[in-house]
Nanobody, 126 residues
Framework: TVQVVESGGGSVQSGGALRLSCTVS????????LTWFRQAPGKEREGVAA?????????EYADSVKGRFTISLDNTKNTVSLQMNNLKPEDTAMYYC??????????????????WGQGTQVTVSS
């Protein structure tokens, strides 16, 4: 059974930084697509950063986070981190990690992801 567990959320002031981690266990696939999504109350789920762990290490970012968020893979720990800098109040949301064992054409779309974590809350105050 594939398990996806997020950690690292919290509360910061505007301009601050947080680092989220997503650990994948129980998977037998050597390469996978992994995306960080977020959802604020009353809003649709939004893909913010994605990575494909194959040799291409393809990454994608939502325009709203480009230059502020960085997604990276730690192969030894089967963990993908999301470094979030210069956080803004509009970044406040529940952040979810999703995994799929294939490369997806639209990495930032929630369609096609089979495995989801429970989420970690990020709150940015002004």
């Amino acid at each position: 059974t594939v398990q996806v567990v997020e950690s690292g959320g919290g509360s910061v002031q505007s301009g601050g930084a947080l680092r989220l981690s997503c650990t994948v266990s129980g998977n037998t696939f050597s390469r996978y697509s992994l995306t960080w999504f977020r959802q604020a109350p009353g809003k649709e789920r939004e893909g913010v950063a994605a990575i494909y762990t194959g040799s291409s290490r393809r990454t994608e970012y939502a325009d709203s986070v480009k230059g502020r968020f960085t997604i990276s893979l730690d192969n030894t720990k089967n963990t993908v981190s999301l470094q979030m800098n210069n956080l803004k109040p509009e970044d406040t949301a529940m952040y979810y990690c999703a995994v799929q064992s294939t490369i997806l054409m639209r990495l930032l779309s929630p369609d096609g992801y089979s495995y989801w974590g429970q989420g970690t809350q990020v709150t940015v105050s002004s």
